[in-house]
């Protein structure tokens, strides 16, 4: 687990995430470091960042990429050394 700063939407799910000098509305959380850089399905539950399955199976519904499609790319930015 990694503490981070974080803003959120009225929903209670994250759209900005900062290492380094957060808005004044930020809030400091744990999340583990997999969630990092994720928005519109991560949700702020107790001070911690928690992944929304429903919410991102949404997502990629309305967006039309399929889960495997995204799995790859994961796949892909990770063999080049890069972090999701």
């Known amino acids: 687990?990694?503490?981070?700063?974080?803003?959120?939407?009225d929903d209670g799910y994250i759209n900005g995430w900062y290492s380094?000098?957060?808005p004044k509305d930020a809030q400091l959380i744990d999340s583990p470091e997999n969630l990092k850089g994720n928005l519109d399905c991560i949700r702020i539950?107790?001070?911690?960042?928690?992944?929304?399955?429903?919410?991102?199976?949404?997502?990629?519904k309305e967006e039309g990429n399929s889960t495997d499609?995204?799995?790859?790319l994961k796949r892909a930015v990770t063999a080049l050394g890069g972090s999701v």
Request: aromatic letters at 10%; proline letters at 3%; glycine letters at 4%.
């Open 1 to 9: 687990m990694a503490e981070i700063y974080v803003t959120t939407r």
């Open 20 to 22: 380094s000098k957060p």
């Open 45 to 60: 539950k107790k001070g911690k960042a928690v992944f929304d399955k429903e919410k991102y199976d949404e997502i990629q």
């Open 69 to 72: 499609e995204i799995s790859n």
